[in-house]
């Protein structure tokens, strides 16, 4: 497995009335093809800016990010928005999703607009519901449905167009406990089909899904460490070898 996503001397600065706020400072990063890398730190200490400019929602105030080695200053914007729409897919605590449009109409949107026909998308749409488990609610809309629902339909949206990288900013932040795991669990088994997945989160049960946790605080990387997901997996490749 290769680098898909990385990040060097990345810096970040918002103006403000009360005068230059640096949100992210000197922060470097790497994220390999497959791998479920979890970001925890608690509201404004940079974890969601750090996830913005690594999928290219905004640019840094300094540092370079680079995409299957292509570094993203070099490109325009209009190349940015074609980056994204082709490589990434994002999944937000608030859903954003379309009220008027059924799930089926969420989903099959994205293709829609990048000239799919109608039929092929919404056949693609139906496949990736079904697969989220929501396959009789495709004619639902958003009101209809239910918290850990309306985010699957989120998800399914996100993997339209097979996205090199899931980029997810608190995806159980709007759940309960049960719909929450249940999301987690799908990312888990998405990831365990090669997905790669960048997780946001103040919520610690998401580290065990992750194969490494990196902790921010004040707008740098406090600390890395290996996420319960690889411990699990070591020990399961330990005991195969002492059986071998």
């Known amino acids: 497995m ?3 996503v990385e990040a060097h001397g990345l810096r970040k600065v918002y103006p403000s009335a009360a005068g230059p706020v ?3 400072e000197q922060v470097d990063v790497a994220v390999e093809e497959g791998e479920f890398c979890v970001i925890m730190g608690v509201s404004g200490s940079g974890k969601t800016t750090l996830l913005s400019l690594l999928s290219g929602l905004e640019r840094p105030t300094e540092g370079t990010v680079a995409v299957a080695g292509v570094e993203m200053q070099r490109l325009t914007e209009s190349k940015i ?5 082709e490589k990434f897919g ?3 605590q608030d859903f954003h ?3 008027h449009l059924t799930a089926l109409e969420n989903v099959s949107a994205p293709f829609e ?3 799919m026909p109608r039929r092929a998308a919404q056949q693609r749409a139906r496949e990736l519901l079904e697969r989220m488990g ?3 609610r495709t004619h639902h809309f958003p009101y209809q449905l239910s918290g850990g629902q309306k985010q699957r339909v989120a998800i399914a949206r996100a993997l339209v167009n097979r996205p090199a990288v899931i980029f997810a900013d608190e995806p159980t932040g709007n759940l309960d406990r049960a719909s929450a795991d249940s999301v987690l669990a799908l990312f888990a088994e998405l990831n365990r089909d090669g997905q790669t997945f960048v997780v946001v989160t103040h919520d610690p049960s998401v580290a065990d899904y992750g194969d490494r946790v990196l902790r921010m605080e004040a707008g740098k990387i406090i600390s890395e460490s290996t996420g ?3 411990g699990r997996t070591g020990a399961a490749k330990a005991a195969g070898g002492g059986h071998q």
């Open 2 to 4: 290769g680098i898909i």
């Open 22 to 24: 640096v949100a992210l």
């Open 81 to 85: 928005t074609a980056l994204r729409r």
């Open 90 to 92: 994002f999944v937000f």
């Open 97 to 99: 999703l379309i009220g």
């Open 113 to 115: 607009l990048a000239g």
């Open 134 to 136: 929501l396959g009789q």
């Open 228 to 230: 319960a997901k690889a």
